[in-house]
């Protein structure tokens, strides 16, 4: 049936296939996240979809859109924000002190006609511009010392960087956005290790101080709770020294003597005179 | 090229689509691509066959690939759907056959292309025009390539597949980055050149989906990217102690968050970052055990204060206690001091006396002839009180 229906509509459907493949061959679609290059005899010719900072989604220029077949070919370029990632390698800051450092670029490639040109595909320009990538980041934090490495200044060093690698990014149509890095570390091996070392023995040192003031602060308390103590005995007492001399004496007596606390006896030997027996006498 | 392999997907989701029909038809079992809209529409296409014969069996097979216990199944092809009016039909054609003998009237084989490849159409027209967004997603649609609108929730149209496509992407839902990925140390340099292991987590969701989409080239990664630079940043900015305490910690997650969604909004990435929150920071291996002397310094130096505080307390109380005692008594003895004294007196002296050996001597007497030592510490200790 397949067969008849070929042959009754022959012409009509060669003719359909035909322009189907016109169709395909003519017809491109450029998506939103790619800009082309329409390349006629590998001279670019025209730019689809080119980046532009302020447009909006919708307005670029995407979507369908043609070339001559056969004449002209299409190169895709990414339009995205693309990522160059820089190996982690040791830096060495002016003060002589390594640093393992692990970064990354943001771009974008802003001139697809000459980035074509220049590098062909937006791997190529990845892999161009790598080796700059270290050897900007290598010279410029080279010039700054460990602690301003690790701190606000890196700001201004990664502005510098940044400049310097989008020079050299603009001879392949790209725009370095950004350029940050994502770790500083010390270097394995003796950095690493005379970092910890330090670290234990500030730590040490630490433990050694706070005993130390512990001490001392259980010492001043009980000087204090002896002082308090002394004042609240010199208030009371105070008020009548020659009451309390008395006062204090019958309870030593009481507590010497008595033997309530130390049993035992003591023979007490007693004149008559004394003031106890005073009625003895019966006077 | 691209044009080509398009033409090719397109083909294979056409095949997809006329799969559909019968796979999600009668029997309402659809299979893994059986979205709402195409379960439903498989029924219009569907109904002639399936009202006549047994629905699952027949249509469903010729399309599915050979599987083991579709043997059998299998055969019910066109030629077998074809066979029944010729055989007289009956039960010579099995389940399959039994309902069709209705259809054979028209004459060949055209008229059954005609229904499945209009069902098929139909099939793949509502399966890619209409589109079930849930609450949480949002889509975005391209005519040709060219963003043309996003849409929301709930149910929307789009022109059938090659002219319009659809992205659905979870936007509200909310995405947890674990930094570092696994159990790894991961050290940091804070301020003071020491080294504090951090593992934080990042939420984030998607603010501008449009810009997610097409802005970056892999967002979730940038994401993480992003946080690592914005986490060592913050870190390398505060000393040790702050990284690692409490008010410190809770001043470097805000900084981390406010970063970086100055460096994503800068990307025009789409992301909003929800929170950043430090999970643990440790000291590193190397260093814990130096960590845990100092803590156990403290606690020792706690104890320590904690044990003198007692002790004070124990002195004062007993220094108040005396001296309220005193007080009381010298109240007493201010109403009337003589009398007072006296009795405080003979009080003292009776408990004294009353439990000790008496002796009671002429003061030129013969005492010092008594040897005992004990008379001799007595006689000691009574001069002084018999002088008072």
Redesign the interface.
Known sequence: MLNRLFEEQKSALVAIGALVVLAFSTLVVVPETQQAVVMRLGEPQRVINRFRPGDDFGNTGAGLTWRIPIMETMVRIDKRMLTVPMERQQVLSIDQQPLEVDAYARFRIIDPARMVRSAGSSDRVVSALQPIFSSVLRQELGKRTFQSLLTAERGQAMVNIRNNLDKQAREYGAQVIDVRIKSADLPAGTPLDSAFARMTAAKDQEAATIIAEGQKNAQLIRADAQAQSAQIYANSFGKDAQFYDFWRAMQSYDATFSNQKNPGRSTIILSPDSDYLRQFKGR | M???S??IAGARLAMAGRKSPWGSGPSGGGDGEGTPPQGGSGDSPDSPPAGSSEPPKGPRNPWLPPAGDEGPRRSASIEDILRPPKGGGGPGGGGGGFGFPKLPPRP???SW?KPIAIGAVAVWLLWSTTHMLDSKQQGIV???????RTVGPGVSMTLPWPIETMMVEEVTSVRNDSIPAGEDEK?????D???VDISYLVRWNIKDL?LY??????PN??VR??A??AM??AV??VPLKDAMGGSGRQSVENQVRVRMQE?LD??RSGIRILGVEIKKTD??Q??I???Q??T???Q??????T???Q???Q??N???G???E??K??EQ?KLA?EVT?RR??YE??E???S?????????GGV?PYLPLP??R???Q??QP??G?
Request: aromatic share 8%; proline share 2%; no cysteine.
């Open positions: 691209k044009i080509i398009d033409a060949d084989g055209k292309a391209t005519t040709l390539g060219k963003y043309s050290l940091m340099l804070t301020s050149q020491n080294l449009k989409k097409f802005q970056l080239d892999n990664d940038t990217e992003v690592e630079a060592r940043a390398a900015e460096i800068a990307y000291a590193p190397k260093v055990e130096a960590f002397r100092v156990a310094a403290q020792n130096a706690q104890q320590e204060v044990s003198a505080r002790w004070a307390q002195v004062i007993q220094a108040q005396n001296a309220a005193f007080d008594v010298y003895y001091p004294r405080l007196y003292t002296m408990r004294v006396l439990n000790n050996d008496k002796v009671i001597v002429e003061s005492t004990e008379v510490r007595a006689q200790q009574a009180q018999g008072q």
